[in-house]
């Protein structure tokens, strides 16, 4: 008996070493991982209040079906399988099932209250129902509240208000009256910028994904301060010179300006080095150029610590951009300088049929009081915060994040194959976006290689949406 309880032992052994050379054992013991995995509780979306009624709508095929026959090909989505947004309240979007979904994206940082959020859409109803569009050809006292509200948050003399209907407008805006201003055509921008996809702005933009090949002249690109891949590190001040050089060998020596994002944002939310605005600012003036931030982003409370991105920096620019935000989601864009420099318009007619319309301005007054009274810079501030240092945590324990970065409620984190060599991980990223759609997370991606995820929620974000958001990736990290 013993000896074949023995031989039946043997036996038992050789069958293991034959799965092994053949690679069964490794087959099972996945399988036995993944049985341990799934049986790890998936992260549970906070509670919340509302539940959307029934959708009655086109079928998402349907959908996708007539964007093919009819809008331009260039149009692309996120996801393997296409999300169907059929309505939002707050920092939360349903699809057409009725599932609801954290928005850790805020519509590329343009929902900056809530999504639908009850005061925006009363202020929009209530001057839909007196007058929709008129002409700023005639008296409306809704663009000049909003004019004298806006420029309130604002330091210095930024003191005259042009609005138009988007970011990529406001800087192409903000660009002429800069050349026009100092009679220089030469524009100094950042490589990995983005500032919009028009003629100026596509030349001011440096990331060729974004651009076309077509007449872009006048724009020099500055090598970018970035502290995570840049050459100098975190020291600005040796980017900063490149700047000088720039303008010292590839310009007369005189420049219209400077163009930059406090954070760059189609860029991967790219803080810049520290002490770099402030010595280019200097070195642009110095060269007769005027300094123009693009706040199309980073404004409107988003970075938590001040109303405006280029104020952490300690600078004064001599015009300010901004969009997005300004509305949250009303077409709505802005551009804000001094009254010397505003001067230079009226050498010539300029209108913009839609910019500063009732209905629009109203939506953006709105957005101001909101975050005033709401206190939405605090709550960035403070959720942010706490959001950033979960996410440096995670850090620690997965590989594949390079690095955290960004500020309040605009930060990004950076996944890469290999630490040392910055290889970025852009297939991971795309699965991990994938992953966590599934378990109820919406974020977005950037950067130049597109290995960035993108933070960009509602402001009205709460803590317990920061702790399941971190808490979802984590798991989807997990399962790498």
Known sequence: MRSLTAVNTLLKREQYSLLQRHGFAKTVAQRTNSVHQTETKVPKIPPFSYSPPPYEGPSTAEIIAK?????????????????????????????????????????????????????????VIKQLKLIQHSTILYLNHTISDFAEALVSTLPGDLKVVFFTNSGTEANELAMMMGRLYT???????????????????????????????????????????????????????KYARDVHDLIQFGTSGQVAGFIGESIQGVGGIVE?????????????????GVCIADEVQSGFARTGTHFWGFQSHGVIPDIVTMAKGIGNGIPLGAVVTTPEIAGVLSRRSYFNTFGGNPMCTAAGHAVLRVIHEQKLQEN?????????????????????????????????????????????????????????KEMGVLVGKGGFYGNVFRITPPLCFTMPDADFLVDVMDHALSKM
């Open 67 to 123: 964007r093919r026959e009819f809008l331009s090909p260039a149009l692309f989505h996120f996801y393997n399988t296409p999300l169907n947004i059929v309505e939002g309240k707050m920092q939360y979007v349903f699809d057409e099932r009725g599932r609801r979904y954290l928005d850790a994206f805020g519509g590329i940082a343009t929902v900056s209250c809530g999504h639908s959020h009850p005061e925006v859409v009363e202020s």
């Open 272 to 288: 810049l080095a520290p002490g770099y605005l402030p010595a280019v600012y200097d070195t642009v003036r110095r060269a007769g």
């Open 183 to 237: 009679g220089c055509n030469d524009v100094v921008s950042l490589r990995n910028s983005y500032h919009g996809n028009a003629s100026a702005t596509m030349g001011a933009t440096a990331q060729s994904n974004w651009k076309f090949n077509v007449v872009q002249s006048g724009v020099h690109h500055a090598i970018n301060p970035d502290p995570y891949r840049g050459i100098f590190g975190s020291d600005g001040e």
């Open 380 to 436: 960035a501030f403070l959720v942010g915060s706490h959001l950033k240092r979960r996410l440096t945590q995670l850090k620690t324990k997965h590989e594949l994040i390079g690095d955290v970065r960004g500020r309040g409620l605009m930060l990004g984190v950076e996944f890469v194959t290999d630490r040392d060599l910055k290889t970025p991980a852009k297939s991971e990223t795309l699965h991990l976006m994938d992953q966590m």
